[in-house]
């Protein structure tokens, strides 16, 4: 098994990838996007964290965290929302995936990849190469042709705080390479 070593830095701002098992295309639905919605606001409530930016895809999603000062447990977050949203899912929208042995050995539902992907924010230049890249997603996977077009974005906040231009995006496909 892979050993994993994450980055703990409290009061530290995170840019994270979670995925969906076997890529399933459920967070944009309209079921899915409020199960994960109310799992979200639930746990940010318990565990507090700031939603720097987010864009959902059919079978991801991008953020990026802010943690208070003094926290850096972002996996419990994590573990939490992943958890309710889950239970949420499986009791109104049915099962996900076919259960592999491993999950049924383990009890774990076909929703969610185990694994998930987080970066430390170094920098200010960082923390917008990443706002842009979490913005542009859509467009890089071709679900949309222009940024502004994609629903569910913080893109639109951004643009209403005058940080965007409603027309951003043009050919930055290049620039976009932060991780996935």
């Known amino acids: ?5 994450r980055v703990f830095v409290e009061g530290a ?4 990838t979670v995925v969906t098992f076997n890529r399933l295309p459920l967070l944009t639905t309209d079921e899915g996007r409020a199960i994960l919605h109310d799992a979200w606001l639930e746990v940010q409530g318990r565990f507090p964290f700031r939603t720097v930016a987010v864009c959902l895809l059919p079978e991801h999603l991008h953020c990026i965290w802010s943690l208070p000062e ?6 419990l977050r994590w573990k939490e929302i992943k958890r309710l949203f ?3 899912y499986l009791a109104l929208v049915g099962p996900g995936e076919e259960r592999n042995t491993s999950r049924l050995k383990q009890g774990e539902a076909a929703i969610w990849q185990r694994r998930y992907w987080e970066h430390l924010i170094r920098d200010e230049a960082d923390l917008h190469r990443h706002m842009d890249y979490i ?13 502004v077009d994609w629903p569910w974005s913080s893109f639109h906040r951004y ?3 005058g940080y965007y231009e409603r027309d951003w995006g043009g050919a930055l496909e290049e620039e976009m390479r932060c991780g996935e």
């Not at 003094?70 to 996996?75: F, I, K, S, T």
């Open 1 to 5: 098994m892979p050993n994993y070593h």
């Open 13 to 16: 701002t995170y840019f994270f």
């Open 70 to 75: 003094g926290e850096a447990g972002y996996p």
């Open 86 to 88: 889950t239970r949420s």
């Open 135 to 147: 913005h542009y997603n859509p467009v890089k996977h071709g679900l949309v042709q222009r940024v």
């Open 159 to 161: 643009v209403r705080m």
